[in-house]
């Protein structure tokens, strides 16, 4: 069975982790909206929810727009009302954009996702630096 190209991103994420980093990949029927990943460390929690498109627009001022769901939306903004460490991540065949203190909210232009862009490396480091000391 094939995975989705938004699975394949998040794994490819992983691999850059360090192991002992716990990581916990949410999928829950009954709880929809929840960000698609936890991430603990001795520092920090981290939810993040990661979207995956699979080509960056040409022209630079064509807007990507999170695809979100008003549950998803709601969760982020909910968790993040309460101070919680939320990010979310658009991947795409080169990398990836971090979005985060509500960065989520508003799309942004092919131009500037292209200039935010950072390698999954990158990713996983930041990822490291938000949950561990």
Sequence with gaps: MSRKPESTFIA?????????LHREKMCN???SGTADVWYSGNHSDLW????????IPVRDNT???PELSALQ???L???????RNVALIIGCPEGGVLY????WRSPCQAGYFRKALKD???LADWIVKATVR
């Excluded at 490819?12 to 002992?20: D, G, I, K, M």
């Excluded at 903004?77 to 101070?83: I, N, V, Y």
């Design 12 to 20: 490819s994420v992983h691999r850059h982790l360090p192991p002992e």
């Design 29 to 31: 029927p009954y709880s």
């Design 48 to 55: 993040v929810e990661y979207k995956f498109i699979p080509k």
């Design 63 to 65: 807007l990507i727009v």
């Design 73 to 75: 939306l709601d969760w």
């Design 77 to 83: 903004e909910g968790r993040h009302g309460e101070g």
């Design 100 to 103: 985060r203190n509500g960065g």
């Design 120 to 122: 999954r490396k990158t």
